[in-house]
């Protein structure tokens, strides 16, 4: 039994170290390729790579940022190199390059879109027109104008005990049971935030950069 056991675990490992060597193969070729200048063929084995469900080298982010990189592919390359830096803690083999490459992007992209293609504008609210809010029914009379006389409570008439018995008035307040709704001053209507815009009367819209300064 512990035989087996120790001979699976070494047939394991042996499968473990093919599948690393394949991984190390592309990487050795896309290096490569890198080195002989032939960035599309270089790039195409790195992505190869990425879709490999093997533990990756970090370095790999790395070397295939530096093909995007010639080949022009700038937001690209941004995020492999970026990733690069992050995997690695900014303490790996090739920080210093990568951070040469990436301030090399910042150069080369567009100064609008930052080379993303598309960048965000204020456009005002439609749905508000600008205005933040929304006019809609006052949630104290539901729009009616008019709510419950909170004196006599709708009864038109207030009552007085005292020792001499009970005595009913007419109501001053009102006149049928009925104020002015207190809330919307008779507008019947109140201001609601604009749930388009979150009361700000403008919203972030996308455009497609057309990259002229
Ligand atoms: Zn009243
Ligand atoms: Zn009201
Ligand atoms: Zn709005
Ligand atoms: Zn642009």
Sequence with gaps: MRYLLISLLFLFSLGSQAQESHTQKLMTQGKEFLRKENCEDAEKTFKKIFTSKETLPDELCFYYGVALVKLKKYTKARDFLEKYLSLTNSKGEFVKETKGLLAEIDKNVCGICKGNDYFWVDDSCDVCIAKGYTLGNCHACHGKDKVVCPDCRGAKVLVTNNSLGSWYNDCPRCEN?????????????EQYNCTKCHGKGTVKIKKVCTHQH
């Design 177 to 189: 049971g009925l104020v002015t709704c207190m809330r919307c001053k008779g507008s019947k209507q």
